[in-house]
Structure formats: C-alpha cells, structure tokens
C-alpha cells in the first residue's frame, strides 16, 4: 500500500523530532515535514487525504497532550488518513497522553495503524533520562518504522485493518492547575535573542529578553537548553520541588520504549 509520508510534530528540545524522523527513516526514504514548534508554524491548518500516512510526535507535559496542541490540532484534519501516534516523555510515566493522542486524530478522519512511547530527557533536567534519545532508541525507532513499513505492505484495503489499542485510561487524567511560572534571567545574558526566537509560545519579548508573559510560557524550557550563556533558570519552589522529586525517583530508572503495532 503506497502512501505519501508526512511528519507533523511539536518539539521545543528537539527530543519528539529525533524520534519521529528516526520512525520515519525506517518507513521510507523521503517525507514531508510539518514542524508545528514555533508558534507561526502554528496559524494555519492542515488537510491530509487517504493517501498520506502521517506521523505524529508530541511531548507528554503531566500525563497528557498538551492543552494548546489540542487546540491546534482543532485545525488538522483527515480523511480515512493512516496515521502513527507517538508520545515522547521524560523518563517518569506517558500516562493517558498516547490515548489522548489517538482519540483525538481519530475522532478527525485518520486511522491509527501503530503507536509508541519513547522517552527524551525530562525538560526539567538533565538528570533524567540523560542525553535521551539515545543511539539504542533511535535504533528502536527506525526499527519500529521498518515493522510499520511491513504492515503497510501487507495490507491489501482498510477493511481488514485491526483497531489499534494503547495503554491510557479514560477519563484522561485530571490537567492540574499551575501558578504563573516563568524562567528567571541573569546577568550573563548577552541579549543575542536566541531564547525568543525559539520561544514555542512567542512568550519572550524581543525588545526585552527577561519580559516573559506568565500566561503564554509553559515551561517548556527551551529558552533555558537553547541559552548558550546558561543565563535562564526556573527558580520557582513549586518547580523547585516538582524537579527534585523527579530527580529522586526516575534519574537512575532506564524506562524503554514501547509499541503498539
């Protein structure tokens, strides 16, 4: 079954591109690419027809798809499109995010042929799942799109294509609610605009580098990875002590991907 390769995804530390476009690699030679991180990438929507297969990677922000992609992805529609799902967390738990994924691509014209979970270094440090993904789950990755490649070339029509099932629960877990946070700017920074360029949420001013709009910023920290003078830091207790906790329970656990085929 000969489809158009896509590549739609959101990627503020660039862990969900490596994945997808590694799932990719083992799919096919060549794709098209819809890298929805900054928020221009973001205005207008996007129409897929029955003969794309689309690939799409998100991060997992507490257990879900984050809130503002869900929103996007208002705009992103299918019709009888296959699709891969692929959650991308930092080394605690993906919870109900895969799921959440699923449902709502499904709920809009594609067709879930295969998902996965893979792990990335945790944006609050580098002390979980460090320097993840790493060459053994980039490996698994281009091989799991190898075992996509198969499948395809195996179905003969859609009708004899098995409903996918991933872990996750329904009702989705609860979004929890988070005081206005915002990274922290100190004196080493040069003021090189680096952090706003690659601001997802167009939340840091580009007159004023340490102006951040607390209800646009949602600590994705790719201000705090992208700065080169380590000028950018979150200092908040509530972070403060969200962090440690991670540090404490998942900086030595080595969680592996999984698939759903």
Same mark, same amino acid.
């Given at each position: 079954?000969?489809?158009?390769?896509?590549?739609?995804?959101?990627?503020?530390?660039?862990?969900?591109?490596?994945?997808?476009?590694?799932?990719?690699?083992?799919?096919?030679?060549?794709?098209?690419?819809?890298?929805?991180?900054?928020?221009?990438?973001?205005?207008?929507?996007?129409?897929?027809?029955?003969?794309?297969?689309?690939?799409?990677?998100?991060?997992?922000?507490?257990?879900?798809?984050?809130?503002?992609?869900?929103?996007?992805?208002?705009?992103?529609?299918?019709?009888?499109?296959?699709?891969?799902?692929?959650?991308?967390?930092?080394?605690?738990?993906?919870?109900?995010?895969?799921?959440?994924?699923?449902?709502?691509?499904?709920?809009?014209?594609?067709?879930?042929?295969?998902?996965?979970?893979?792990?990335?270094?945790?944006?609050?440090?580098?002390?979980?799942?460090?320097?993840?993904?790493?060459?053994?789950?980039?490996?698994?990755?281009?091989?799991?799109?190898?075992?996509?490649?198969?499948?395809?070339?195996?179905?003969?029509?859609?009708?004899?294509?098995?409903?996918?099932?991933?872990?996750?629960?329904?009702?989705?877990?609860?979004?929890?609610?988070?005081?206005?946070?915002?990274?922290?700017?100190?004196?080493? #920074?040069?003021? $090189?605009?680096? /952090?706003? &360029?690659? %601001? !997802?949420?167009? +939340?840091? *001013?580009?007159?004023?580098?340490?102006? @951040?709009?607390?209800?646009? #910023?949602?600590? $994705?920290?790719? /201000?705090? &990875?992208? %700065? !080169?003078?380590? +000028?950018? *830091?979150?200092?908040?207790?509530?972070? @403060?002590?969200?962090?440690?906790?991670?540090?404490?329970?998942?900086?030595?656990?080595?969680?592996?991907?999984?698939?759903?085929?």
């Amino acid at each position: 079954m000969n489809k158009q390769l896509s590549v739609l995804y959101f990627s503020a530390t660039n862990g969900t591109a490596k994945i997808v476009k590694s799932v990719a690699d083992g799919v096919a030679d060549s794709y098209r690419e819809y890298n929805i991180t900054l928020p221009g990438n973001r205005e207008q929507g996007i129409t897929f027809d029955s003969n794309d297969l689309v690939i799409v990677g998100v991060p997992v922000y507490a257990g879900r798809v984050p809130k503002f992609l869900i929103d996007f992805f208002e705009n992103v529609k299918g019709n009888n499109t296959l699709a891969v799902f692929i959650a991308v967390y930092g080394n605690r738990n993906y919870d109900d995010a895969l799921i959440e994924l699923k449902d709502v691509f499904e709920s809009k014209g594609f067709i879930g042929i295969s998902a996965g979970a893979f792990i990335a270094e945790h944006s609050n440090t580098s002390k979980v799942g460090t320097n993840r993904p790493d060459s053994k789950d980039l490996d698994k990755a281009r091989k799991f799109g190898a075992d996509i490649k198969n499948k395809l070339e195996n179905l003969n029509n859609l009708s004899s294509l098995s409903k996918i099932t991933v872990k996750g629960n329904i009702p989705y877990k609860e979004r929890m609610p988070a005081p206005p946070i915002v990274p922290d700017t100190n004196d080493a #920074c040069t003021e $090189c605009g680096i /952090c706003a &360029k690659h %601001c !997802p949420m167009g +939340a840091i *001013s580009f007159t004023n580098f340490k102006d @951040i709009e607390p209800a646009k #910023c949602v600590r $994705c920290c790719s /201000c705090i &990875k992208k %700065c !080169p003078e380590n +000028a950018k *830091s979150i200092n908040h207790q509530m972070f @403060i002590k969200i962090t440690n906790g991670l540090i404490d329970n998942f900086s030595t656990v080595r969680n592996e991907p999984e698939f759903f085929i």
